[in-house]
């Protein structure tokens, strides 16, 4: 029973983000290394199950490991210059049987629809052809690329063409010109180009390794696209397929993308968890703010409902009504992650006395474990200095500890305003702490 709860609460939960996802564009991207993984058709029902919640969805594929083989096995060896492969005529060829492989396989697994699979009745039709328009790399510091090109333009509206009737749109990392000439492209610039050109919604990349981690392996939740290019750039501890894939998603933000995703691509199910849960699993590129905290306002009314209702049924806190925040709304502050308010605080201040009570903190169960609660009382904190109050009080029947680890000392009822000494509930015999803020 335990697991069904957990299921029903989880498509509950992803609810809002399956009517959000319906209808947008998303651009998926994932490197070669991803297609040779034994775990790679768990990766493609994944894209089928978006694919049926109504996400148009277009495909790009690295495909650098197939390469290497086909030129290890052909005797020919990989040139570089400055990072970026040289692709001769021989070369070329190995890139061309590279990539038609990976085409046809991809295609194969979309086409699945075993009654036992997770494909079953799932009828996908996936359009590749001519969509990349490409010109040469040409000459640098005397070293002619010959083969390898960049992206010239993007065939929007045949791309669209094919979203429209439904279809998954696959772009691998080639380039056609108007002489007829075939060229070598980067998966990453790709990714980016069609994302920018298409205003995709997200562009989302599945990256090798452990993702876009700290020094100490722990993930960043959300970078602004100059914080991203600049780790691309410095972050030597983080894969390099993650490092272009920052620089790509960069670049496709600054061209007017919103979000870009990138998930680690080794952790199976980490799309599905990124895209249709609010905690997410991966790190979100954009210029949008999708955690802060700034002052309340009356839409928030029913978020700040839904946070202390539970709180106050418990006996942790005061039963407020829907009248009373109304009208003290102007004293509370929220979190707001995702346009959910997930935390909570407000101040009242006693001037006379110089003092405020910081009162109705409450944050989210699914949110306790990232400092939030501490955050709401620093911020309150210094909205009560600059009002130029000298103390803060917090009245508790259960929560005496959480204060007294941030910097409140117990004291007697009687040490509260005259005011909110008249208001006190002896009935509750609610704890009193007090925070010096001249400290």
Known sequence: METVHSFVDFFRLSAPYIHAHRGRTFVVMFSGEAVDDSEFPH????????????????????????????????????????????????????????????????????????????????????????????RPWGVRNGVDHQFTGNVRRIDVDAIRARLDASDIVLLSPLGYSPTGDIFNLSSHEV?????????????????????????????????????????????????????????????????????????????????LQELFTREGRGTLVTNEQYEGLRPAKLEDIPGLLSLLDPLEDQGFLVRRTRETLEQEIDRFV????????????????????????????????SYREAGRGEELIEQLVEIARKRG????????????????????????PKALPEARLARYDKRRKSKVLIRDLSR
């Open 43 to 134: 990766l493609i029902h994944d894209v089928a199950l978006m694919h049926a919640l109504g996400v148009r969805l277009v495909l790009v594929h690295g495909s650098r490991p197939q390469i290497e083989k086909r030129l290890s096995d052909r005797g020919i060896k990989p040139k570089f210059h400055e990072g970026t492969r040289v692709t001769d005529r021989p070369t070329m060829s190995c890139v061309e049987d590279a990539v038609g492989n990976i085409r046809g396989r991809l295609e194969g697994l979309l086409s699945m629809g075993l009654p036992s699979s997770p494909m079953a009745h799932a009828r996908i039709r996936v359009a590749s052809g001519n969509f990349v328009m490409a």
């Open 191 to 271: 990714a980016a180009a069609a994302a920018s050109a298409l205003s995709a919604d997200k562009l989302i990349a599945l990256v090798e390794g452990k993702g876009v981690v700290d020094k100490r392996n722990r993930v960043l939740p959300q970078l602004t696209p100059a914080e991203a290019l600049e780790l691309s750039r410095t972050a030597k501890h983080l894969h390099v397929d993650t490092r272009k894939n920052l620089e790509s998603a960069s670049r496709a933000c600054r061209e007017g993308v919103r979000r870009a995703h990138l998930v680690e691509r080794a952790q199976d199910g980490a799309i």
């Open 334 to 365: 929220v979190i707001e992650r995702d346009n959910m308010v997930i935390g909570c605080a407000a101040i009242e201040p006693f001037e006379p006395e110089k003092v405020a009570e910081l009162y109705c903190l409450a944050v989210h169960p």
């Open 389 to 412: 109050m000298q103390k803060l009080f917090v009245l508790t029947t259960q929560t005496s500890h959480f204060f007294r680890e941030r910097g409140f000392v117990m004291a007697s």
